[in-house]
């Protein structure tokens, strides 16, 4: 069981940047992959960044070039850095973390999810 911990949500100038963080806890040797993804009213759920514990980032349409992410070896935290913000970055962004299960199911879960804000 993995539990999911996110801040750094907030309110930026277009141009700007912000950070996100998603702290985990629980049992972090069953995590094969950590990302992130973003909704807002109107629009459809957006993937906006992955990785793997031995692999570099990839990411979605929406952030490429802009956003990068990183993480720490033992998957403590997963942080999202967002530059060069614009209005249609405003959504609320998610983290995840996809798991292994003793039974060898593979299971997502969620952070709570934070408020991103972009104004013009």
């Known amino acids: 069981q993995v539990q999911l911990v996110q801040s750094g949500g907030g309110l930026a100038q277009a141009g700007g940047s912000l950070t996100l963080s998603c702290a985990t806890s629980?049992?972090?040797?069953?995590?094969?992959?950590m990302g992130w993804f973003r909704q807002a009213p109107g629009r459809q759920r957006e993937y906006v960044a992955s990785?793997?514990?031995?692999?570099?980032?990839s990411y979605g349409g929406p952030g490429k070039g802009r956003f990068t992410l990183s993480k720490d070896d033992a998957w403590t935290e997963i942080s999202l850095h967002m530059n060069s913000l614009r209005p249609d970055d405003t959504a609320i962004y998610y983290c995840?973390?996809?798991?292994?299960?003793?039974?060898?199911?593979?299971?997502?879960?969620w952070g709570q999810g934070t408020q991103v804000t972009v104004s013009s």
């Open positions: 990785v793997s514990g031995g692999g570099n980032p």
């Open positions: 995840y973390a996809d798991v292994t299960t003793v039974t060898r199911e593979s299971l997502t879960h």
């Open positions: 629980g049992d972090r040797l069953t995590i094969n992959t």
